[in-house]
């Protein structure tokens, strides 16, 4: 039976959700006042979420959930019981226009299942992007997916025309992925992560911008990402955030998306105990922020036997256990500690660095500079404040953490 184009939608776009890697933000800014269709924002396009709290402000289809490979954590793999559903090209682009014509979308996320070969799914998804920016002028956001194995060919096209690349790791270890999905080999990943980063590096324009950074490359603005699944396998949060160090250092990532296992293991899963899935991620993500801007390493972010404390932020956990460099002067401390107080972000240290250069700080200075005084009080030294013995209390992180509240619907 023929299926609708509305009935693929439905499976298609179900079928993507599970890709957690959507954000859209970080390429250059392009508008339709020189012509062609849509625009993008330099940073912060805005987004829309899903009950499950994931983004969905693109268009996020994948081309089809046919799949030859039979990885074990994915709900498309071949073995899977799932209605199966193909997109042709010219159906991604027209839906792609129509949704933005109508203000749905900022632009679009392509994924695929492997179908016959690996180039013959790249170049699919090619063709999409190059349909969409050659014959229609879409200036719009697009995030490709990139199939590991396809030619550096396709792979420099597929850089040509999207924003943002990724190539996914999958799984934190080799060993893992060798298990559940027998048919991907880990260099293959690497190798294709590696030749867009290289690719994108030799487009890099020369000179900086005003402000010190670097001009963008002219392939793939947005830079690449990937995307780790996070409880298929029994790795830690220790090994899952070395793993995210190592790939930020030797692939020039932009970003490790981090995505909750979602099937329940069945009863013969050899896993030992997860934690709650979706806490977990959103942990995760502030420990890999922590190490991204604030100077963190993997290795120091505070574990309890491997795993992130679910209980409290990981930053808040590393310095409970390091109270004994507390509390900081803040009208003395390096930028570099400053970053370590629970509480202030970076915007609220390079305010703190800017206003004590014209006066001391008070306690009420820094409060207007951070987003919660009570998170910070404990951990610094003020002109007109210190913590006394606060910081010995051995209560103190239950005061720290926050009630468990029911989350508003509306
Ligand atoms: S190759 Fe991708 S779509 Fe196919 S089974 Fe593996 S993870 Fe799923």
Redesign the pocket.
Known sequence: MQLTLQRKLAILADAAKYDASCASSGTEKRDSLKGGIGSTEGSGICHSYAPDGRCISLLKLLLTNF?V???AY?V??SSSNVERARFGVEEVVALTLDFYRRNYIEGLFLSS??IRSPDYTMEEMVRVARTLRLEHGFRGYIHLKIIPNASPELLAEAALHADRLSTNIELPTDASLATL?PEKAPSAIRTAMAHIEGKREESRPDGKLENGKQKPTVLAPAGQSTQMIVGADATDDSGILKRSASLYAGYGLKRVYYSAFSPIPDASSKLPPQPPPLMREHRLYQADWLMRFYGFDAEEIAVEGGFLDLRIDPKLAWAVAHRELFPLDVNRADREMLLRVPGLGVSSVNGILAARRHHRLRLEDVARLCASAKKVRPFIVADDWTPGASLDDSKLKARLTAEPAQLSLF
Do not use: E, K, M, T
Request: charged share 20%.
């Open positions: 799949c490979y039979d990885c994915c498309n793999r299942g492997i999905a």
